[in-house]
């Protein structure tokens, strides 16, 4: 088995939903691995971020939200309760309240036969 590391650059959120990364197929089951994800505010109001980690094929809804979090002005909070798992083709996607000061910064991996 073989992992290989996935490096996004930092990705500035909007009120519409920007994709952080896209995991490559051809990977195990559940060898889409996002193993962290860290936001950074630097405004001057805190505001609320949707994550949402989507098998392929589908679209970001309900069931694929895995955080609903309030970052800080000019702070820096990581998403809880991971890793998470997906197959091959997956992404994620988020989007912030209001505004562009939110940064997001994924930390990922993927896993081969």
Request: aromatic content about 10%; overall charge negative; glycine content about 10%.
């Amino acid at each position: 088995m073989a992992r290989t590391f996935k490096e996004p650059t930092g990705t500035v959120l909007s009120n519409v939903l920007q994709t952080l990364l896209t995991f490559s197929t051809g990977l195990i089951s559940g060898g889409a691995v996002l193993q962290a994800l860290q936001f950074t505010n630097t405004g001057s109001t805190d505001r609320v971020v949707l994550v949402y980690f989507i098998p392929s094929g589908q679209v970001a809804a309900a069931q694929y939200l895995i955080g609903k979090i309030t970052v800080p002005a000019n702070d820096t909070v990581s998403l809880h309760g991971g890793p998470f798992y997906r197959g091959s083709g997956a992404f994620v996607q988020c989007s912030q309240d209001a505004g562009t000061d939110v940064t997001a910064f994924p930390t990922a991996f993927e896993e081969t036969a």
